[in-house]
């Protein structure tokens, strides 16, 4: 699958994608979406709630690096507990009613299936809707529908630019960095974070 963006030789495309393709400001402010995402420090949904959703997203786009990554394990300060693998098999089979989930695990997993399938008639879904708001804040589902949004984005636009299928697994430390987009400024960008020409 070819690059549709100029990948300078050395650099790593998920990275540079990220990071360098796109005018400043709206650069910097993607990186600061991605790191609220996955950080999401004021959020009530619990890293099973996002983990589920998440993977379900990185398999529906098919992207090795974000299938492969678990995020109780490889960022730091993610989450106190193993999230097993089985939990993870089942979401990426949209299985919402797997009896491992927990009912907000369950909805959040079929919401994410939907939103992505079935956006024509998820609105209209009364009973669904019902089941949501017996189980969430409209605050949860707003952190939800965000997450949902960014996830499915990110997601399609790594595949659409042509690193899915040819993006490496980062090490711990880059992945955090990645993924927390650690290089972000609220300011002033820093050296490594100049929007492409």
Request: with cysteine; aromatic share 10%.
């Amino acid at each position: 699958m070819p690059y549709r963006v100029d990948v300078p030789e050395g650099s790593e495309p998920l990275e540079y994608f990220m990071y360098h393709v796109g005018t400043r400001q709206l650069v910097e402010g993607r990186q600061r979406l991605y790191a609220t995402i996955f950080d999401a420090p004021e959020t009530s949904l619990t890293p099973r709630e996002r983990e589920g959703p998440r993977i379900l997203m990185a398999k529906r786009v098919n992207c090795p690096t974000c299938i492969s990554v678990r995020l109780w394990r490889d960022m730091p300060g993610y989450s106190d507990e193993e999230i097993p693998e089985v939990f993870y098999e089942n979401a990426i089979n949209a299985n919402a009613h797997w009896e491992g989930f927990s009912v907000r695990e369950s909805l959040l997993v079929e919401f994410a299936d939907r939103f992505e399938n079935d956006v024509d008639n998820i609105n209209a879904d009364d009973d669904f809707w019902a089941r949501i708001y017996a189980n969430f804040t409209e605050a949860e589902v707003g952190d939800a529908l965000i997450m949902l949004s960014t996830w499915m984005g990110a997601g399609r636009v790594v595949k659409v630019l042509g690193a899915v299928s040819v993006c490496r697994m980062p090490d711990t430390e880059q992945l955090t960095k990645l993924l927390t987009c650690s290089n972000a400024s609220t300011k002033t960008p820093s050296p490594d974070l100049v929007a492409a020409e």
